[in-house]
């Protein structure tokens, strides 16, 4: 099992839906999970982070974790074209000392 | 200008040839990374160093090394490049005193073709 994986998509979301981006990890990854933004051609950015169950928001953005399913996700309410992207969901070990990035899910809004 | 600053951002080279990629930080972070992105694999981490004194392997340092010149300069070194090599290369960078350490910063990236 690797240890961070995301289905690679592409997501085709409607504007103004909820998207809903998931991310499953393994045991070597358990402690605090983050969510990146990737834009094409651009360097990945750090939109959400998450260290303990439940739900964390930010504006229209929701990370959720689960642990005890090993699963964590990212919806994104209020979908605008602008949240076309690559998402990267990371997950850090006990010292976060590395960040295991999985492949990604490409996410499409449509007009 | 940037925060994270690598050199060169694209780079064509052949088989056998030494290569150095450069990175160079002005946020006074004390870790530093070296990852390589190909499509549909993601980011995958090569080296990472917590100080100068401090270097450690990624999943994937086969064929890679690295020195740490200084806090703010950490750079990656193909010895005998090979067409397997090419991909797009990240150095980032994160703040230890914040606590989390999680949070990423990112150059702009160095795309290397190995013919």
Redesign the interface.
């Known amino acids: 099992q690797k240890e961070v994986e995301?289905n690679?998509g592409p997501l085709s979301v409607p504007e103004g839906a909820i998207a809903s981006l998931n991310c499953t990890y393994s045991d070597r990854v358990s402690q605090?999970?983050?969510w990146?933004r990737q834009y094409s051609g651009?360097?990945?950015?750090?939109i959400m982070?998450i260290y303990s169950n439940g739900d964390k928001e930010d504006g229209r953005f929701t990370a959720q974790l689960n642990k005890a399913s090993q699963y964590v996700s990212l919806l994104i309410r209020d979908s605008q074209p602008s949240d076309s992207a690559t998402y990267?969901c990371?997950g850090?070990g006990s010292?976060?000392?590395?960040?295991?990035?999985?492949?990604?899910t490409r996410l499409s809004i449509r007009p | 200008d940037a925060d994270v600053t690598q050199t060169p951002r694209n780079r064509i080279t052949k088989t056998g040839k030494r290569i150095m990629l450069e990175c160079s930080q002005t946020k006074g972070h004390d870790r530093m990374y070296w990852y390589r992105q190909d499509p549909g694999l993601g980011l995958r981490l090569i080296y990472y160093s917590f100080d100068v004194k401090d270097i450690n392997k990624g999943e994937i340092s086969d064929g890679y090394s690295v020195s740490r010149q200084a806090q703010a300069k950490f750079s990656l070194s193909l010895e005998s490049a090979i067409p397997n090599q090419t991909a797009l290369y990240f150095c980032a960078t994160s703040d230890l005193r914040t606590g989390n350490t999680g949070e990423l910063f990112f150059g702009e990236g160095s795309r290397l073709t190995v013919l």
């Open positions: 995301q690679s605090s999970f983050f990146y651009k360097s990945p950015e750090l982070s990267l990371a850090g010292s976060a000392s590395k960040i295991i990035f999985g492949s990604g």
